[in-house]
C-alpha cells in the first residue's frame, strides 16, 4: 500500500499562510501525479492543484497566483504553500497521489491513493 500522510493545517487569520505538507511511504515504485483537493461542509471534493513526478503544475484559477505546489522527489513529498487565505478557503484538504508499488515476487500495481486530510481555517 500507498500511505499519505498530511500535515501543516490549523488555524489561521484571514490574510495569513499555511504550509501543507503530504508525505508517501511504501514500497513505492513510481509515484506519478500527485494534488492536492479540498471539501468544504456541504460542498463537494474539488480540486486545488497538480503537479507531475516532472515539476509540471496546473491550478484551479481562483487559486493560481495564491496557492503554490511543489514537490521533492527524493523525499516523496507533496507541498501547497498557501498565501492571502480567505474564509472561503476553509475546508478539509486531502493529499492524492497515483503511484505503481513492489509487490511480492517483482510484481507491482497501480493506483490512486488518498491522505486522511487536514483541516484548514481562515477566521478571524
Known amino acids: 500500500q500507498v500511505q499519505l500522510v498530511e500535515s501543516g493545517g490549523g488555524l489561521v487569520q484571514p490574510g495569513g499562510s499555511l504550509r501543507l505538507s503530504c508525505a508517501a511511504s511504501?514500497?513505492?515504485?513510481?509515484?506519478?501525479?500527485m494534488g492536492w483537493y479540498r471539501q468544504a461542509p456541504g460542498k463537494q471534493r474539488e480540486l486545488v492543484a497538480t503537479?507531475?513526478?516532472?515539476?509540471?503544475?496546473t491550478y484551479e484559477y481562483s487559486m493560481k497566483g495564491r496557492f503554490t505546489i511543489s514537490r521533492d522527489n527524493a523525499k516523496n513529498t507533496v507541498y501547497l504553500q498557501m498565501n492571502s487565505l480567505k474564509p472561503e478557503d476553509t475546508a478539509v484538504y486531502y493529499c492524492?497521489?497515483?503511484?505503481?508499488?513492489?509487490?511480492?515476487?517483482?510484481?507491482?500495481?497501480?493506483?490512486?491513493?488518498w491522505g486522511q486530510g487536514t483541516q484548514v481555517t481562515v477566521s478571524s
Open positions: 511504501g514500497s513505492i515504485l513510481e509515484l506519478n501525479v
Open positions: 492524492n497521489a497515483d503511484a505503481r508499488l513492489y509487490l511480492a515476487g517483482g510484481y507491482y500495481s497501480s493506483g490512486n491513493y
Open positions: 503537479i507531475t513526478s516532472g515539476g509540471m503544475t
